[in-house]
């Protein structure tokens, strides 16, 4: 359900019932934040992921892939290692889990739903 919408029918109640103080259930509404993230929310996601992700580094690359070469003046330089972006998808979407919320909208629809009498 949107915000607008609800916020529609709480107008229509208020007309019919005195029982709750609707205005102030619309005005705590209205203060629902909606889309974006907050700087902070950024922030805190951004500091779990580089931590999470330093913290398991060492499972991120994958070692039988490096490639190195034998430079002019005898250094062995590492030329070419490749990167298991499956491991760190699986980290990254650890993370965002802990702050993902369940929407409305994706509840399942055996929930109930009040009757129009």
């Given at each position: 359900m949107k915000k607008e919408n609800l916020i529609e029918q709480l107008n229509a109640a208020k007309a019919l019932s005195s029982q709750v103080d609707i205005d102030k259930v619309i005005e705590l509404i209205k203060q629902i934040e909606t889309g974006g993230l907050t700087e902070e929310l950024a922030s805190n996601i951004s500091s779990k992921l580089e931590s999470i992700l330093d913290n398991n580094s060492d499972d991120l690359v994958d070692l039988d892939s490096a490639?190195?070469?034998?430079?002019?003046?005898?250094?062995?330089?590492?030329?070419?290692?490749?990167?298991?972006?499956r491991e760190i998808i699986q980290h990254v979407e650890a993370v965002l889990e802990e702050f993902t919320i369940v929407d409305d909208d994706e509840v399942s629809s055996s929930e109930f739903t009040p009757s129009e009498d």
């Open positions: 490639e190195f070469e034998l430079n002019y003046d005898n250094r062995i330089e590492l030329s070419r290692v490749d990167v298991d972006i």
